[in-house]
């Protein structure tokens, strides 16, 4: 099985500080590069807070509309809040992903456990890659002439150029899930709880749907920033970078299966169903479940 990172401001930050090369790219671009990769990633935490917080302010100061208490409407509240938490559940599968790469990618080909799963105790690796080929992430790698040169030559064959996680340091692969991976998965954590509600104290049925869009939204903002202010050649360079590969057995396919085909949306339904009746139960008073309301209401649907 072939892993490959998501093509948002995540994934950048994760493989393009492994890839800048102060030789190939240069003193300026290397700094600016790096400053530029944690300036997104810092911006896309920092937009997505503000917005949680937001939510959630939002969301203390008012109470589900009374007309909107009942069971009539529920179904089309459960299918808003699912729809929602399907959006949400992609992005986490994205991070479980980006944690699997980091764990699984080729270990320093001088290690002695090269090839096998990365021991994160060991602490002989300082260097964010040690063997994988430093090719730069802006400038294509050349052998001779200066950097006003290089910036004139033919780049070498594509797969010299290509970005490869291979041979990442222990160290690398720690950072990396303690500053992209884990902020990322608990951001979309609160935003599937409070993003739930917040569309549940919709005013109505129109603005219900309108607030779903906008939640999901929230979640889009690493990929919408990553389009918006990466260059062509990097966005190239990340799509075609050298996947992970992983080797399965049946017992692992198996569980795999079992996790996406049966328990992810087990949980998903799941989910759902408990923010929309912990929230009523919570905003609505003497608020009690009646299949009898629930088919009244898609009658006069």
Not at 37 to 53: E, P
Not at 56 to 80: Q, R, T, Y
Not at 112 to 126: E, V
């Amino acid at each position: 099985m072939e892993l490959s990172l998501p093509k948002s401001s995540y994934g950048l930050a994760i493989v393009e500080p492994a890839i800048l090369n102060r030789k190939h790219d240069g003193n300026f671009m290397f700094f600016m590069e790096i400053g530029r990769v944690f300036f997104m990633l810092s911006l896309t935490f920092i937009l997505t807070g503000l917005f949680l917080l937001q939510v959630w302010k939002m969301n203390e100061s008012g109470n589900m509309n009374l007309n909107l208490c009942s069971n009539e409407i529920v179904l089309l509240e459960f299918a808003c809040v699912f729809l929602f938490e399907v959006a949400i559940s992609r992005e986490v599968t994205e991070t479980m992903t980006c944690f699997s790469i980091l764990w699984m990618a080729p270990a320093p080909k001088s290690s002695s456990t090269a090839g096998a799963i990365p021991n994160l105790l060991n602490r002989n690796y300082s260097p964010a890659c040690t063997d994988s080929p430093k090719t730069g992430a802006v400038l294509a790698a050349s052998d001779s002439g200066g950097r006003f040169s290089q910036m004139f030559r033919r780049s070498r064959s594509a797969d010299d150029c290509q970005w490869k996680l291979d041979g990442i340091s222990n160290a690398f692969r720690v950072s990396s899930m303690l500053t992209v991976a884990a902020p990322k998965l608990l951001l979309e954590i609160l935003l599937a709880y409070l993003g739930g509600v917040y569309i549940l104290k919709s005013a109505d049925e129109g603005a219900m749907v309108m607030n779903t869009l906008a939640v999901v939204f929230i979640a889009d903002i690493d990929e919408v920033l990553y389009t918006a202010f990466t260059s062509n050649v990097v966005k190239f360079n990340l799509s075609h970078m050298k996947t992970v590969d992983v080797d399965l057995s049946n017992q692992t396919r198996v569980a795999m299966w079992f996790a996406s085909s049966v328990l992810c949306p087990l949980i998903t339904v799941a989910a759902s169903a408990w923010i929309v009746l912990h929230t009523k139960r919570l905003d609505c008073p003497d608020y009690m479940w009646s299949w009898r309301e629930v088919f009244a209401g898609l009658l006069t649907s």
